[in-house]
């Protein structure tokens, strides 16, 4: 049972609002990422985290930003949302970085967000 | 370029059939290769993964194989049940600088019908 959680499951919004997708780990991961996904498309990584206080931007330009302050949990906020952010976005930590067996990669359960 | 390429891109079987996908990658240096089972509106659930070592890993019906000479892996399901019916994600793992990457396929859409 994945231990990665994240809230909303889903969430429509109007234009212009802003808002933030929960994301909270009970593993003790250091490493924690934002990843976004289209239909029938991969994963694209827009965010990552190796540690409290660390972000950085991953491959995907996204226009949403995020915070770690704590080690358990890494929300992304978008401060005014827009049509073509209607994805799914989906959330992971990892016990070891990936180049290095990157056992424990485990990813929560997704917000589906749709903007109207 | 890194690149990792699933096919079929989808597939219909029948329950109870056997069935394989297959995922062919570029990337390198390598440093190990996972399949993930997703489910319609869920996040990725891990399989199997495997490092250069390994030709093989069976987890329950899945069987993954991976030869890392020719770059190519393969997951097999055996006695297919109606839950298999997800997309089946290849990511492979390179070891580039210090940290390595992730690199995803698109996925292979199973349909398992009764």
């Known amino acids: 049972e994945a231990d990665i959680y994240q809230t909303p499951r889903y969430l429509v919004i109007g234009t212009g609002k802003k808002i933030t997708l929960e994301c909270s780990q009970t593993m003790g991961h250091d490493k924690m990422y934002w990843y976004q996904q289209d239909p029938g498309m991969e994963l694209h990584l827009i965010h990552y985290s190796y540690g409290v206080n660390s972000t950085e931007k991953g491959d995907l330009s996204s226009e949403s930003t995020v915070s770690r302050i704590r080690t358990e949990h890494f929300p992304l906020t978008l401060e005014s949302a827009r049509p073509s952010h209607t994805s799914q976005y989906l959330c992971?930590?990892?016990?070891?970085?990936?180049?290095?067996?990157?056992?424990?990669?485990?990813f929560g359960s997704g917000t589906r967000l749709t903007v109207v | 370029k890194n690149q990792v390429e699933q096919s079929p891109q989808s597939l219909i079987i029948l329950e109870g059939k056997n069935c394989t996908l297959q995922?062919?990658?570029?990337?390198?240096?390598?440093?190990?290769l996972r399949w993930y089972k997703q489910d319609t509106g869920r996040g990725p659930v891990s399989l199997t993964i495997?490092?250069?070592?390994?030709n093989t890993k069976s987890n329950g019906r899945y069987t993954a194989t991976l030869d890392a000479d020719t770059k190519q892996s393969s997951l097999h399901i055996t006695a297919s049940q109606l839950s298999d019916s997800a997309s089946y994600i290849c990511v492979v793992s390179d070891r580039g600088s210090t940290l390595g990457r992730l690199y995803f396929g698109r996925g292979t859409q199973l349909t398992v019908w009764p």
């Open positions: 495997m490092t250069f070592s390994e």
């Open positions: 995922c062919n990658y570029t990337v390198s240096p390598f440093s190990n």
């Open positions: 992971a930590s990892s016990e070891a970085h990936p180049g290095q067996g990157g056992y424990g990669y485990t």
